[in-house]
């Protein structure tokens, strides 16, 4: 037993997850700090703002900013409906096994296959975006090939640390997010001290970005740096049986893992922002690199070095998180038998206390898409757009199910409940779900061939399709009955929880 449990809360834990149908193989090796930093390393400002800002400026001019405000409220939202979710159903792999109690085994297959294979196009995202800057740290001309091979370096790394253990995991966790919101704060107050050419108010500017006609729609495609930044949250539920006491613990890791990481994301946007010289360089594509240009303007040779480093830890640490959410998700699935390859994925490594080949799985899949990322031009944004977009369409089937199961009259009843607030709460995050998943899917190039400019959406549309479960959604728990509990009861009855009867 972990030193963070104490007893009381351990066989507390034991017994919620036993009242839900299993017995966890985990051990409870994560703190409240630790649990907080997995939170924060997924949802990692300092990668979605370097991935992003280049793009976000060319196509929105400052402006842009305020997209981290809106999507920082819309996903706050989110986050306050998961919170209820996660403190009655603390089981890990978050949006599958969150659903599946909400409304039922189907919706939540199609919901897990959907924010999985997102994760792993975010895991792929991710370490693309740290290859172009670790190339760079280590003095390599940043070809198309360099950067792959530097990302699959990052990619293997984060993996070890993973294979390592949960305690591992968390140390590692906490490393890099000391890293890197130290590394943020510092960056920012510097670059503001000695590098600023603008003032506040040009934060309001667009410097002519769009068309010159609608200002709307050029701020709508900038708004991927707000829409990329604020998901990671939920990991801190997806590692719920890692978790002492996590029907209170999670809900607030959650929350701030939303405050500080926007925050510090906010900070960063706008410290670089006021430090690009010529931003209307940026806006005609001569600068298509300001990040770079400003760190080695600001730190020079040597500092720059060192700030890269940090920028590739941050990168590093969002990796990891991202394959330990990915992994319990596959892993929840082969527990429960509703995927191909469950006597695999549920394969459980008593030594380390880890799914391994869950694990792999969250390794290989992104590699290959790593690799093929070779032969698509700008690959880069289409991967995040596609990658965001699955995730927010896995949130909100999350969010739609819960209120569907409020409207048929489920009350929840885990340690954290928003009371009367939860209706209008769990609405208005809906709508904003909604909203972004327009946003990210729209055409935005309709000079480009139909193929590339709906890229987006048809790729949506195609691991939507793909995924109809078949016979993987209801056999597998009634066949391993003698070998492993249960999951009760998946649906739920008007006005009682699980846990209430």
Wanted: glycine content about 10%; some cysteine.
């Amino acid at each position: 037993m972990s030193p963070n449990a104490p007893t009381g809360h351990h066989d507390s834990d034991a017994a919620q997850l036993a009242s839900l149908g299993y017995t966890s193989e985990f051990k409870r090796d994560m703190s409240p700090w630790a649990n907080f930093s997995l939170g924060f390393t997924y949802l990692s400002p300092v990668t979605a703002v370097y991935t992003m800002f280049a793009v976000s400026l060319a196509v929105g001019g400052p402006p842009m900013i305020w997209a981290l405000v809106i999507a920082g409220v819309g996903q706050l939202l989110v986050a306050l409906v998961f919170s209820e979710v996660v403190a009655q159903y603390p089981v890990a792999g978050g949006v599958y096994p969150w659903a599946r109690r909400l409304w039922g085994r189907r919706y939540a297959w199609l919901t897990g296959w959907v924010y999985m294979i997102a994760l792993f196009v975010t895991i792929a995202s991710v370490v693309s975006g740290a290859g172009l800057y670790f190339a760079s740290m280590l003095g390599f001309d940043p070809t198309v090939d360099t950067v792959i091979v530097c990302s699959l370096v990052i990619l293997v790394l984060a993996t070890l640390i993973n294979y390592l253990g949960t305690r591992v995991l968390a140390i590692a966790a906490i490393i890099g997010f000391s890293a890197e919101l130290l590394g943020a704060l510092a960056v920012g107050v510097w670059l503001l001290a000695t590098e600023r050419h603008h003032n506040l108010g040009v934060l309001f500017d667009s410097f002519g970005a769009g068309d010159g006609s609608n200002y709307l729609w050029a701020f709508a495609a900038a708004s991927l740096i707000g829409i990329y930044n604020y998901y990671g949250f939920e990991a801190c539920g997806d590692v719920a049986e890692e978790v002492p006491n996590p029907g209170r613990t999670i809900p607030k890791a959650m929350r701030r893992t939303i405050y500080v990481g926007g925050a510090a994301a906010t900070f960063v946007t706008v410290s670089l922002v006021l430090s690009v010289s010529d931003i209307s360089a940026v806006i005609s594509g001569e600068d298509t690199d300001p990040v770079s240009g400003v760190l080695q303007t600001a730190f020079g040779s040597a500092g720059s070095k060192v700030i890269l480093l940090v920028v590739v830890l941050s990168f590093l640490s969002c990796a990891m998180s991202l394959q330990a959410a990915a992994s319990r998700l596959a892993y929840s699935y082969g527990r429960d038998d509703m995927i191909v390859g469950s006597g695999l994925l549920r394969k459980f490594s008593q030594a380390r206390r880890i799914p391994p080949y869950a694990l792999a799985l969250a390794f290989v899949i992104p590699g290959v898409i790593v690799l093929a990322s070779k032969f698509s031009e700008d690959a880069l944004t289409k991967i995040v757009s596609f990658a965001s977009l699955g995730i927010y369409l896995g949130f909100q089937m999350v969010v739609f199910a819960a209120l569907r199961a409020r409207l048929k009259g489920w009350k929840p009843s885990g340690p954290y409940r928003l009371g009367k607030w939860g209706l209008p709460v769990n609405i208005a995050a809906l709508v904003y779900g909604i909203t972004a998943m327009v946003t990210l899917a729209w055409p935005r190039t309709p000079e480009a061939p139909w193929y590339d400019n709906y890229i987006v959406l048809l790729s949506g549309a195609v691991v939507v399709g793909a995924g109809p479960p078949g016979r993987h959604t209801g056999a597998g728990p009634t066949r391993r009955r003698r070998a492993r509990p249960v999951p009760l009861d998946d649906r739920l009855r008007a006005g009682r929880s699980l846990l209430g009867r």
